[in-house]
């Protein structure tokens, strides 16, 4: 039977100081090609729906030629509040700095990812994806990430950017206050964790591999 994936992305367009922002491309068209090669359906869904911003960083090398087909995907993107999540398999978070901003404490965010987690089923983000566990908790109470090890965009990466003035929070320093087990890998290099159903990537350099060891755990 055909595995099914939720792709959760972000429809967020500036940073603190207006600067245009949104996804990062690669960090969702890569892992959407891995799993077109695993022959698993994925579905695009947004917090508000229809046009997904593409950070335009992130388009500086043909990017949007090289993957077409699914910058067309990402101006028809699912509503997430109007998606039977219960029909995946697993769901998946890329990043961009735009989910820093909308994807923290949305409840249907919240609600998706507790939902997978008690159930036992399979939960990606790279770079700055995991945005979207900050907050989130179980219906015990206890946060989503505590003691779960995982990692996501660095404090020292976002520095390097000279954007960590430029945010809404440090992300490193939110999922190690929730109880997240931080594994931090060297800067703009692919790190990918695995830990049980958790499969997290670092930065934009992780986006493949973050993607191939997920395949593998769904």
């Not at 950070?55 to 993107?77: A, C, I, M, R, W």
């Not at 997978?116 to 700055?128: E, L, P, Q, Y």
Request: net charge negative; hydrophobic share 35%.
């Amino acid at each position: 039977m055909t595995k099914k994936v939720l792709m959760i992305l972000t429809n967020h367009d500036t940073l603190n100081d207006g600067t245009p922002t949104g996804l990062w491309l690669g960090e969702a068209a890569e892992p959407y090609k891995v799993f077109e090669r695993n022959n698993i359906e994925v579905d695009l869904a947004s917090i508000k729906g229809g046009t997904v911003p593409i950070d335009p960083n992130s388009t500086q090398n043909d990017e949007t030629k090289t993957f077409q087909d699914v910058v067309q995907k990402l101006g028809e993107t699912l509503k997430l509040k109007d998606v039977v999540f219960e029909n995946y398999d697993g769901v998946f978070i890329p990043g961009g700095h735009g989910t820093m901003y909308d994807l923290p404490g949305d409840a249907d965010v919240q609600n998706i990812l507790a939902f997978f987690k008690d159930d036992n089923r399979v939960i990606g983000a790279v770079c700055h994806g995991p945005s979207a566990f900050v907050g989130a908790k179980l219906k015990s109470g206890n946060y989503l990430i505590d003691g779960v090890k995982l990692t996501g965009f660095t404090n020292e990466e976002e520095t390097q950017m000279k954007l960590d003035q430029n945010v809404p929070f440090a992300l490193q320093t939110e999922l190690e206050q929730n109880g997240a087990r931080f594994v931090k890998g060297k800067a703009f290099e692919s790190n990918v964790v695995s830990d049980g159903k958790f499969v997290t990537g670092q930065n934009p350099q992780s986006s493949t591999d973050v993607a191939e060891a997920f395949v593998k755990v769904l």
